[in-house]
């Protein structure tokens, strides 16, 4: 003898495994979480490869610029104007 719920569930168990109707937003929920995760993925790959760049460009900055001598002056030419610095009188 069957009780009600058994009653019950035993075609809603069978109906539930044999309906595809929700099949379609699983697999494009499954598509959208792969296409996220490799997005995050390459984002932050992108984001080390700037940041060694930006580490890049201020090292080069850096070392391009002439340190300065112990008496004061910049150790250049006197700011690029060939004449020491002071412009035409």
């Known amino acids: 003898m069957k009780t009600p719920a058994r009653q019950f569930a035993a ?7 044999q309906d595809e109707s929700g099949q379609d937003i699983v697999e494009y929920a499954l598509l959208a979480a792969l296409v996220a995760s490799g997005s995050i993925a390459g984002t932050q790959s992108l984001a080390l490869s700037v940041a060694n760049s930006f580490t890049g460009i201020q090292n080069t900055l850096t070392n391009s610029i002439p340190a300065p001598s112990p008496d004061g002056s910049s150790g250049g030419n006197g700011g690029g104007m060939g004449n020491g610095g002071q ?3």
């Open 87 to 89: 412009g035409k009188h």
């Open 11 to 17: 075609p809603f168990f069978t109906r539930f495994a």
